[in-house]
């Protein structure tokens, strides 16, 4: 599964320091990139290792259904809700109680977005990403699947839901605090622009009359999850 992204990546500088402040994004750049395919292969694992445990249980047991969830959403993986979803799509129980409520993390009123998501990721035999998408908020959101099998059938699978702000402010917070501007699209989309400079999302540098304040900027390469 490949997580497309961009990212651009500025900071204010003087004419004289563009050379080596472009030298220091470049660097930044590929950690930003190598952080984020980790982060979202380390969560991918997690809840597939979580879809493993419960697919060899005899029976189900609701209380430690719900410790479960609980101990993988206090982990700090961003994961605001999880499901458990049967081979036909229906949500079949999900934690916490509260994610089905209006403007919930599983508000009713996005399952159709959610449903065709999951229409692709139930395709798959291996934990996998979905694209993100956008919710009637305007948020962003994007789910992990890892499928569950019993006697060699697919009987459903496990899927966490991810807000893409959350994460990315994970992964950027420490460039943001060195005083950055960070900017992450998914094709045309704005994923997160946040840190101190302003501008448009270009690479070099960005215009201005000689002498003055300037930003450079550089962009990463599309992002593939490990495996894919």
């Not at 700090?76 to 229906?90: C, E, F, H, M, T």
Request: net charge neutral; aromatic share 8%.
């Amino acid at each position: 599964m490949v997580v497309a992204a961009t990212i651009a990546v500025y900071r204010t500088l003087d004419d004289q320091q563009g050379f080596e402040v472009n030298r220091t994004i470049v660097a930044e750049v590929s950690h930003f990139e190598s952080e984020m395919t980790l982060k979202i292969f380390q969560r991918t694992q997690l809840l597939d290792r979580m879809a493993r445990r419960w697919e060899t249980r005899a029976s189900f047991d609701s209380t430690e259904w719900v410790k479960d969830c609980q101990q993988l959403m206090l982990e700090n993986v961003q994961v605001r809700a999880i499901a458990w979803v049967g081979a036909d799509l229906a949500t079949v129980r999900f934690e916490p109680s509260s994610a089905r409520l209006t403007w919930g993390v599983l508000d009713p009123q996005d399952d159709g977005v959610r449903r065709e998501q999951l229409e692709y990721l139930m395709t798959r035999t291996e934990a996998t990403v979905s694209p993100s998408f956008p919710l009637a908020t305007a948020r962003r959101e994007l789910l992990i699947y890892a499928p569950m099998f019993a006697n060699g059938q697919k009987i459903g699978g496990l899927v966490g839901v991810v807000r893409v702000r959350d994460l990315l402010d994970t992964i950027l917070s420490t460039a943001i605090a060195r005083g950055y501007t960070v900017a992450v699209y998914e094709g045309p989309f704005l994923d997160l622009r946040s840190g101190v400079a302003g501008g448009r999302r270009r690479g070099g540098l960005v215009g201005g009359r000689p002498g003055a304040r300037r930003r450079a900027g550089m962009e990463a390469h599309d992002l593939a999850e490990p495996g894919a």
